[in-house]
């Protein structure tokens, strides 16, 4: 039978008046809770480790679409060990090694507007605490060769990226050139997976170094985009003027107009990137001539998780982490991922 149980965790506090929430990475407030024990068809989790994405910046400097519960405990992504289940549980048993998807209750099939309100970290309480109670149908069994601490990374970023390559009307088959723009947590599972599922991937990012660690990911090419600031003209030449099979636009804003431009005939466009309001304007003349698929994505459903999980066993394929943080660091890890330009996910461990 289980029982009640004290989580400590962060707490997302209401905006202070008269503080400046520069990155609102002052409203983090660590305190202890007492957890109910798991209802009907919930579970126990004791988190093991989180990751942070940039809707949890977003989150704190109150620019993210979905307004996050007051008090809420944040972060979307973690994993960690089933503790104890709930009445009528029977997706988990204690001792399972689980992650969390990113929404409560998307399953399967595509995203209505009532599943994308349901988000840990946001309107349900995340994974920043030592303890969480989730509905059975968010949990999805964790890869065997991977740490708490790598399949932490999964839930956000990993999944979209699979979702980029694999869902909508133009999915990814062997032999497929497929561009990845940026080198973000999104666009490094993107070179990861796509050269995986049998593609030849292009990747467009800045400076050597980057470019050297994304051959090492997959890439087949790598275009600098300092150094071909142009870089549709150079996807052009590489494809022999075809153009690219599917994107993953991991950017937004900044990029989109010379990913379309770079897009094949009847390619497919995954469109990851936030735009934030006042972006640049983009010029509809683009569209003339070029016929392809665009689909806007957010995150992926479950049945995408537990296909990246199998993808994942398959290759033997390990996410790419920049920097593990202790519990206690957690603030410290919100100033890396919005100060430190990470290559590679941010991550904290629990105890
Ligand atoms: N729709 C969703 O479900 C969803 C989920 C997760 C994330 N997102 C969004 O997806 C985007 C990527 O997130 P992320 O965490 O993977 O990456 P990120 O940390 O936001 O990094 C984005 C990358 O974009 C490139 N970049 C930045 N400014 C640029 C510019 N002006 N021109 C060209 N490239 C530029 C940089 O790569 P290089 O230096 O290599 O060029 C940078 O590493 C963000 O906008 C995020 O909010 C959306």
């Known amino acids: 039978m289980a029982h ?27 305190r ?19 990751s942070l994405n940039r809707r949890d910046l977003m989150i704190l400097d109150g620019t993210y679409p979905l307004r996050a519960a007051a008090g809420v405990v944040p972060l979307s992504d973690g994993a960690g060990e089933v503790v104890a289940v709930g009445e009528g549980v029977r997706r988990a048993e204690a001792g399972d090694r689980v992650a969390v998807t990113y929404f409560r209750r998307w399953i399967d099939g595509p995203m209505t507007l009532p599943l994308i309100s349901e988000q840990y970290g946001a309107s349900l309480g995340g994974m920043l605490a030592e303890y969480q ?23 956000c970023a990993g999944v979209l ?9 133009r999915p990814l088959a062997a032999g497929d050139t497929v561009l990845v723009v940026g080198s973000g ?42 150094a071909t600031p142009e870089w549709e003209q150079a996807v052009a030449a590489l494809t022999g003027g075809r153009g690219a099979d599917l994107v993953v636009e991991a950017v937004g804003a900044p990029t989109i107009a010379r990913s379309v431009a770079s897009i094949g005939f009847n390619g497919q466009i995954s469109l990851v990137g936030a735009f934030p309001a006042g972006g640049a304007a983009f010029d509809p003349n683009l569209f003339n001539g070029r016929f392809f698929h665009l689909q806007r994505l957010a ?44 290559f590679g996910k941010v991550v904290i461990t629990l105890p």
Do not use: C
């Not at 968010?138 to 790598?150: F, G, K, M, T």
């Not at 066993?313 to 919005?338: C, M, N, Q, T």
């Open 299 to 342: 995150v992926g459903s479950r049945t995408s998780f537990e296909q990246l999980n199998a993808a994942l066993s398959r290759h033997g394929l390990r996410p790419v982490i920049d920097r593990v943080f202790g519990f206690d660091e957690a603030i410290a890890a919100y100033r890396h991922l919005r100060d430190g330009s990470p």
């Open 161 to 169: 990226a699979w979702a980029a390559l694999t869902t909508g009307a």
């Open 32 to 50: 202890a809770e007492e957890l109910p024990p798991p209802g009907p068809r919930q579970v126990l989790i004791r988190v093991r480790a989180a």
């Open 185 to 226: 947590a999104v666009a490094l599972f993107g070179v990861q997976l796509a050269a995986a599922l049998g593609g030849r991937v292009i990747a467009v990012t800045s400076g050597e170094e980057k470019a050297r660690r994304l051959r090492e990911l997959g890439a087949a090419e790598v275009v600098d985009r300092r």
């Open 4 to 30: 009640s149980r004290t989580s400590t965790g962060y707490h997302l506090d209401k905006p202070q008046d008269g503080v400046d929430g520069l990155d609102g990475v002052d409203r983090l407030v660590m």
């Open 133 to 155: 109670v989730v509905d059975e149908e968010s949990v999805v069994r964790i890869p065997a060769h991977l740490s708490y601490e790598e399949a932490a990374t999964l839930p």
